[in-house]
């Protein structure tokens, strides 16, 4: 590799880690502002609601479509959600989009109905 290759590459990975570390202290914030300033009783009615839907849509999910859903949003890599599940790591993104769709699509008709 030469040396503007070395320069351009490590740019690229400073870059990276700039946007995940501005990514990660937003969130914080966010909580942070969150946990600050305490839920009125309707907020908090309101946010139960939410939980209690998204539980539901989850429940009528096919199990495999639930279980990648889960790990994907506990912060798993698509590695650990093949190795979890037994599905081949290659198909874990389609499985993924799919099981979104499923969700998106479920929880627009729970939200009308």
């Known amino acids: 590799m ?8 490590n740019l690229a ?12 202290r937003e969130t914080a914030l966010y909580f942070k502002e969150s946990v600050e300033k305490p839920l009125s009783a309707e907020e908090t009615f309101l ?3 939410e939980v209690r839907l998204v539980d539901g849509v989850l429940l009528k999910l096919p199990s495999l479509d639930r279980t990648c859903l ?3 949003y506990a912060g798993a890599d698509y590695r650990e959600i093949a190795a979890k599940t037994g599905i081949k ?11 979104r769709d499923k969700f998106k699509r479920e929880y627009e008709l729970s939200k009308k109905g």
Do not use: F, I
Request: proline share 3%.
């Open 47 to 49: 946010a139960q609601e």
């Open 89 to 99: 790591p290659g198909s874990v993104g389609s499985v993924l989009a799919r099981a």
């Open 2 to 9: 030469n040396w503007l290759t070395t320069v351009v590459t």
């Open 70 to 72: 889960l790990l994907k």
């Open 13 to 24: 990975y400073n870059h990276l880690r700039g946007e995940r570390n501005r990514s990660r």
